[in-house]
């Protein structure tokens, strides 16, 4: 079953704006992490966040984590062309034993 | 480091043959996951690793899949008798001391295609 979803499916923005992707899950994690994939190739980490951690950055990009609201959020900042890909969130649950549950994504296009 | 290496990239075959698909794990790292990727049902856990024993199988779908880690550094899928609802791109990862809550590094993915 899918812990993660992202929302929007997709976003279009043009090169130099900022791109917001949401993620929110059912039941508590340890962490979450974000993971970016272009077309036709394998995922790559992002960043990772801890529960009991609220912010994080690095680089352009920000992520936010609300525990209360079961959410987290991307920011990528003064987005460019190379920004284009797919970008999931993934989550490891609180209890007991779980690997890493994946959302479908959120497909970001960077028009220069 | 070379990264998560798989193989082949591409594979086209037709139905009931067996297909193998092939993993080499970053050098060092004691976890790994085969995951399926498709449009429909996204990305997918098939079966996890740790120290080369099989962990967790749940999300084999049945029997026709299996898969082996004879050793660190070697993984492979198998499906036997394949069909056309297999057609997904198969993605290997592994993973560091983190085990399964930490940070994965994906290999560049199997393109399966069963005709």
């Known amino acids: 079953s899918q812990q993660g979803e992202e929302d929007p499916q997709a976003l279009s923005i043009q090169e130099g704006e900022n791109a917001t992707m949401n993620c929110s899950y059912k039941?508590?994690?340890?962490?979450l992490q974000w993971y970016r994939q272009n077309s036709g190739r394998g995922l790559v980490h992002l960043i990772l966040i801890r529960s009991n951690e609220r912010e994080k950055h690095s680089g352009r990009l920000r992520v936010t984590l609300d525990t209360s609201k079961k959410s987290s959020s991307l920011l990528i900042t003064a987005s460019r062309a190379a920004d284009t890909a797919s970008y999931f969130c993934?989550?490891?649950?609180?209890?007991?034993?779980?690997?890493?549950?994946f959302g479908k994504g959120t497909m970001l296009l960077v028009s220069p | 480091d070379a990264g998560v290496i798989q193989s082949p990239r591409h594979e086209v075959t037709e139905m009931g043959q067996e297909v193998t698909l092939r993993c080499k794990p970053i050098?060092?790292?004691?976890?790994l996951f085969w995951y399926r990727q498709t449009m429909m049902r996204g990305l997918e856990l098939l079966i996890y690793?740790?120290?080369?024993?099989?962990?967790?199988d749940s999300g084999m779908p049945e029997d026709r899949f299996s898969a082996k880690m004879p050793n660190a550094s070697f993984s492979t899928l198998k499906i036997q008798p394949s069909e056309p609802r297999d057609s997904a791109v198969y993605f290997c990862?592994?993973?560091?001391?983190?085990?399964?809550?930490?940070?994965?590094?994906f290999g560049e993915g199997s393109r399966l295609t069963v005709l």
């Open positions: 050098s060092g790292h004691n976890s």
């Open positions: 990862a592994s993973s560091g001391t983190g085990g399964p809550t930490g940070e994965l590094f």
């Open positions: 690793f740790n120290n080369n024993v099989p962990i967790d």
């Open positions: 039941t508590s994690i340890n962490n």
């Open positions: 993934a989550t490891k649950m609180n209890s007991g034993y779980s690997t890493l549950t």
